[in-house]
């Protein structure tokens, strides 16, 4: 039995005339675009907030034009080539960034496929295209953007950018392998790795509940993947200045800067089509109203997913420290690998036992109850055992004598400074020292 | 239209811009040439010397591309499996597991001889 056929939906997709195509690329492009230019103002305005200051407020109304007068002050400032660059891919390199940024976004569902909406009086879903490989094309373009960070990196010719440059690829492979991971627990419940078929089949329950662990791993590896805070080491301006865009400047820069808040659209689109029900309403919506999945008012549920997610990313900025690498490294290698390989493995044996018609609620009773049992044995052996004897008392730890090496040192945890020697008498240790006399100790 | 082209087209609108983007800031900006301008940033320091080609890294990215390389297959492995899982039933889940567990034994082994320490 093959689910999959009760969600075909790709029979939509490469029937519109080429203006409607040409058309909704536009759209898809203006839409990133707008997007990119709002979230980047407003999420200066969120940090200020967090920070208690007022964040920009000059250009326009409540500094929303904020953006475009930096889009204008990078565009007029020198485009600079350092001496040392690789010129070739120096100049390349923001331009292999910016485009596939762009074009991961063509297989994002703003609304059903059942050809809901008409434009000009073409009937037609509102998506620009879909695959039987989308999210496998998702995940290739989102490679061949890292190639750009990497080359910009590695042809500034510069030691900081480099440093950024391979720390960023190592980042982003890494992240990639628990955020491929995650999706193939879903796969295994869609049975499809088109967006609009995924989508589809997440009919009453979405997958962020039924697969919250992958969820919570896929939510991890996308702001790992994307470079931001609290993981963007490869920009991280205290160790590295600015990482891999260090050399750049002018528009160059800028383009840098777009890859990555497009980035962030499309991995908060991938999310809330993955996981969070795509064009779905949210679920006290769609109880009462019939019409809140059909016409265009999906579009409206898809953009107000995607910016949440997109003020969770400002949030964790406004919140997290930064990792250090090696913290970094762990999670993704020891943590959300082994996490999501384990989860696979319990999701695809529970569905395959049920499909085969096992009696879950017997499986998970033969399963669960052993299982519960040594739980319940451990903790009672936790209570019951002995606990062993406290140490004794620490003895009190020997007087601190600062200048012990000759020179003075501040005192560890748990050792304390000896009183102030005008106000109390000084120890007799402490006189030695002052007086400059050997110590006790080894001599 | 092929469900392909659209990519394409979108594709082409995006790099339609940053070429754009990238040729005119190259016109719109202003050029005033000075030495120090184009050496490599080091925060104001004479920049290192820098050997051709970038010079060399450390050995741990290496290690951690080819890791990636063994992971990156193993899931190229897991989405048809995933997709067809249905189909497959209990046999292809014991298949599967039984490549999981065995991808699992390198892993166990990478991480026991420390290749996935950093420092």
């Not at chain 1, 230019?37 to 967090?50: C, G, P, S, T, Y």
């Not at chain 1, 205290?238 to 528009?251: A, H, K, R």
């Not at chain 1, 919506?285 to 997913?305: C, D």
């Not at chain 2, 591309?65 to 989405?79: G, N, P, R, T, W």
Request: glycine share 8%.
């Amino acid at each position: 039995m093959h689910l999959a056929a009760a969600y075909d939906t790709l029979a939509f997709f490469g029937r519109d005339p080429w203006w409607l195509v040409l058309l909704k690329a536009v759209f898809c492009f203006a839409f990133l675009v707008l997007t990119v230019l709002i979230a980047i103002v407003w999420e200066r305005k969120v940090v200020a907030w967090m920070q208690l200051r007022i964040g920009p407020n000059r250009h326009g109304p409540w500094g929303l034009l904020q953006s475009l007068a930096d889009g204008v002050k990078l565009a007029l400032k020198e485009d600079l080539v350092v001496k040392g660059a690789d010129k070739a891919v120096y100049i390349l390199a923001p331009i292999v960034a910016a485009i596939p940024a762009f074009m991961s976004f063509a297989v994002i569902p703003f609304g059903p496929a059942g050809n809901e909406v008409s434009i000009f009086g073409t009937r037609t879903p509102l998506q620009l295209t879909d695959l039987p490989i989308a999210l496998l094309y998702i995940l290739a373009t989102a490679s061949v953007g890292i190639y750009g960070i990497v080359l910009a990196g590695w042809s500034s010719g510069s030691t900081y950018p480099l440093l950024g440059g391979i720390r960023s690829s190592a980042q982003m492979i890494s992240y990639e392998i628990a955020m491929g991971l995650s999706f193939a627990a879903v796969f295994i419940y869609s049975g499809s790795m088109s967006t609009s078929e995924i989508v589809a089949s997440q009919q009453p329950t979405w997958f962020a509940v039924l697969l919250p662990v992958s969820f919570i791993v896929y939510i991890v590896a996308m702001v790992g993947e994307t470079n931001r805070a609290p993981f963007d080491l490869p920009e991280a301006e205290g160790e590295l200045v600015g990482g891999f865009n260090t050399e750049y400047s002018s528009l160059k820069f800028a383009m840098f800067m777009l890859a990555e808040y497009v980035n962030m659209v499309t991995v908060s689109a991938v999310a809330s089509t993955l996981f969070l029900g795509g064009w779905r309403a949210p679920w006290p919506i769609s109880t009462f109203w019939e019409g809140a999945n059909h016409g265009w008012w999906p579009m409206l549920w898809i953009v107000l997913k995607i910016q949440l997610l997109l003020f969770f990313f400002i949030w964790l900025r406004g919140t997290l420290p930064r990792l250090r690498y090696d913290q970094f490294m762990k999670l993704g290698w020891k943590v959300l690998i082994p996490v999501s390989l384990v989860w696979l493995v319990m999701v695809s044996a529970v569905r395959a036992l049920r499909n085969e018609g096992y009696d879950f609620t017997k499986v998970l009773l033969y399963v669960g109850a052993p299982l519960a049992a040594v739980l319940l044995v451990a903790l009672i052996a936790d209570v019951v055992r002995k606990k062993p004897e406290e140490p004794p008392a620490a003895a009190p730890p020997a007087a601190f004598d600062p200048m012990a090496g000759g020179y003075p040192v501040p005192p560890l945890p748990g050792q304390e400074l000896p009183p102030v020697p005008r106000r109390r008498r000084r120890t007799p240790q402490l006189q030695d020292a002052l007086n400059g006399a050997d110590h006790s100790e080894g001599s | 239209m092929n469900a392909y082209a659209p990519i394409l087209v979108l594709g082409a609108i995006a790099a339609a811009f940053a070429v754009g983007s990238v040729v005119m800031a190259s016109l719109t900006g202003p050029k005033r040439y000075n030495r120090a301008k184009l050496e490599a940033y080091e925060c104001g320091i004479e920049p290192t010397p820098q050997p051709v080609g970038g010079g060399r890294f450390p050995i741990k990215y290496y290690l951690t591309a080819m890791l990636f390389i063994v992971f990156d297959i193993e899931i190229v492995f897991l989405y048809p499996w995933a997709v067809s899982f249905d189909a497959l039933g209990i046999f292809g889940l014991v298949e599967m597991l039984l490549f999981i567990a065995t991808v699992f034994v390198a892993y166990a082994y990478v991480w026991r001889r420390g290749g996935l320490e950093w420092d």
